[in-house]
């Protein structure tokens, strides 16, 4: 999961923009995993929608792309494993959230569903592996 998480955070520099997402919000959007992150800001949603599009992950109503989200997941190591788990927990949590006609808001509802259906399920990543992640990636670079 943590590798879903960093390459799918990769977007989100050009994103970033495109959302509106001020840079203290960006940072903010680094501790996604995290107990208290709050999910009540717009732009973070719109910053969401503009990383699955940047993936190809979206269809042109905005939700998710089954297959592209099924390949997406598999490109990354383990992704066999968690793509159809993910697959499904994303697609219950968006018919949970369909009525949502904002696209942002929905899919900022639909993440913090996601984030709460993985960490019930025992599949989310621990803060502490992706911060250590992302340390060794930067310094590579």
């Known amino acids: 999961m943590k590798d879903v998480t960093l390459g799918f955070g990769e977007a989100l520099k050009l994103c970033r923009e495109e959302s509106q997402l ?9 501790h996604f995993w995290r107990d208290d992150f709050k999910f ?3 732009a973070v949603g719109c910053a969401i929608k503009c ?3 940047h993936f190809d992950l979206l269809t042109d109503s905005h939700r998710m792309h089954h297959r592209n989200m099924d390949n997406f997941i598999k490109s990354f190591p383990n992704g066999e494993v968690l793509s159809q788990q993910m697959v499904t927990l994303i697609h219950e949590c968006e018919q949970q ?6 696209h942002c ?3 900022l509802r639909v993440a913090e569903c996601f ?20 340390v060794m990636e930067s310094e590579a670079n």
């Open 22 to 30: 001020t840079e203290e919000k960006m940072e903010e959007f680094f």
């Open 40 to 42: 009540d800001d717009r």
């Open 51 to 53: 990383m699955s599009s």
């Open 97 to 102: 959230h369909d009525s949502e006609e904002d």
């Open 105 to 107: 808001w929905r899919i």
């Open 115 to 134: 984030k709460s259906s993985c960490k019930k399920h025992g599949i989310a990543p621990t803060m502490e592996l992706l911060m250590a992640e992302f």
